[in-house]
């Protein structure tokens, strides 16, 4: 730790560093709650509405525009207000996909709770630029998502081995059969299908309880208005006003900015929601050992982050994004070719260091991007920036969901197809931050060399 770095902690406001450390364990605990969504919930999901599955993209599109609707209102609200809201919508909707089996019911809910978990992403950005001393502040948004991902990579680990432990425990048959049955989910029907339906129904229940924690510590954040705006600032008026509102929100940068992000989105969301699906019924690897595999690739985006300090100061944040996405292209490539690695331990190993490599890589630089992203704005820009973004995530979703619902899923092959076109993407949009932001936002981080560079 540096000079400046040691300073800087000694010297952080008491509240900031407060509201700063409480949050650490509000997105904890989001971080348990993902573990579960990201993967048991999806396989629940695809037995009770398959409908929701197959058009996933597009439900992840509608939660993106309420999440963007959501996040508008830090700047009304605060962070205190915003935070209190999510956990009552996250628990309540998440636990009523347990107990109705009307699809349209299920898919709503899903959209409700998975719009509150979505935010629960979008605020720390937001906290961090306005209660981190800048001297730390990368490594601090490293911290933040290491947490979540200890947390997540460990009810990742949990749940699906809890899915099937309870499976077996209401059909009376041991562990070991349980989890062979689950990789085969398809040809399951009476009894174990109900008993294994109703094993993800208990994990869900008991997620959306422990959720209820994230409420009880954001009553004791202490926010005030100049933390998410200027204080005294008046809403633009006149025309001139609302344009120069308008340009300081959407510029060349910012453009140039989302059309990256919308670039990797459209590629990510073709074979990151359907990882579980991918290995459990395409190479019809076991529940329990599909779990562990998401787990260990959870677990390298774990190891990934402590990378972002190092890589932010020795290659500068562009080059750092674009190369942690470049290097994705051929992992994803073999990826697509899962069929062809054999099957048993062969095979869970293979791909399990696949989707480590992968994932790693892909989530080395993820808070630099975070990082970036808020800085590029001022501070009364950043709540309706990070609503921009959101819906660019959503026309990106809609697209991706269209794709996927009426092509490229309709058979099982789509699933190994969906690498080939997310290697492409990643290819492209690498060249293209390169292009368009190496020379001049390389160094924004680093004010020393920014300034330099300039120069």
């Not at 989302?258 to 690897?285: E, K, S, W």
């Not at 990378?307 to 992992?331: M, N």
Request: proline content about 4%; charged content about 15%; hydrophobic content about 50%.
């Amino acid at each position: 730790m540096t000079a400046q770095e040691k300073a800087a902690i000694k010297n952080w406001n008491p509240r900031y560093r407060r509201n700063v450390y409480l949050y650490l364990w509000i997105y904890g605990i989001l971080g348990a709650v993902t573990g579960i969504t990201n993967d048991a919930a999806l396989s629940y999901f695809d037995i009770v509405a398959p409908g929701l599955i197959s058009g996933l993209n597009i439900f992840n599109a509608i939660t993106a525009l309420l999440m963007s609707l959501m996040i508008v209102w830090v700047h009304e609200l605060g962070y205190r207000k915003i935070l209190l809201i999510l956990p009552p919508l996250t628990s309540i909707f998440l636990a009523l996909t347990t107990i109705t089996t009307n699809q349209i019911i299920i898919m709503f809910a899903y959209i409700i709770s998975w719009t509150a978990i979505g935010v629960y992403d979008l605020m720390y950005p937001l906290m961090w630029t306005s209660y981190v001393p800048k001297e730390i502040r990368t490594k601090m948004f490293t911290v933040v998502m290491v947490v979540n991902l200890v947390a997540q990579t460990i009810l990742t680990f949990i749940g699906g081995k809890a899915v099937v432990y309870f499976f077996s425990k209401m059909q009376g048959i041991s562990y070991d059969i349980a989890s062979n049955l689950s990789a085969h989910t398809a040809q399951l029907s009476g009894s174990y299908l109900a008993n294994y339906t109703n094993a993800f129904r208990i994990v869900l229940i008991l997620t959306a309880l422990v959720n209820v924690v994230a409420f009880v510590l954001a009553i004791f954040i202490k926010d005030e208005p100049k933390d998410y705006r200027t204080v005294g600032m008046k809403k633009p008026q006149t025309p001139e006003e609302k344009k120069k509102a308008f340009e300081a929100l959407i510029n060349k940068k910012t453009i140039m900015w989302i059309l990256y992000i919308a670039g990797i989105q459209l590629g990510a969301r073709l074979v990151v929601p359907y990882i579980p699906i991918y290995l459990n019924d395409y190479l019809h690897i076991p529940r329990g050992i599909t779990s562990t595999i998401n787990t260990f690739q959870t677990a390298a985006m774990f190891i990934g982050y402590f990378f972002a300090p190092f890589l932010a100061k020795k290659l500068g944040a562009i080059v750092s994004i674009a190369a942690g996405t470049l290097t994705c292209a051929p992992l994803m490539f073999l990826m697509a070719n899962g069929r062809h690695f054999g099957t048993g331990i062969t095979l869970f190993v293979i791909v399990g260091v696949l989707l480590f490599l992968r994932s790693g890589l892909a989530n080395a630089t993820m808070p630099i991007q975070q990082e970036v992203q808020m800085i590029i704005v001022d501070k009364d820009m950043r709540p309706a920036f990070t609503a921009v973004v959101q819906i660019a995530y959503a026309v990106i979703g809609i697209i991706d969901g269209l794709f996927t619902a009426f092509y490229l899923l309709k058979t099982p092959a789509g699933y190994a197809n969906a690498y080939y076109i997310a290697t492409a993407l990643y290819v492209v949009v690498s060249i293209l931050l390169i292009v368009m932001f190496a020379k001049q936002y390389n160094w924004i981080l680093d004010e020393k060399k920014s300034t330099s560079n300039e120069k």
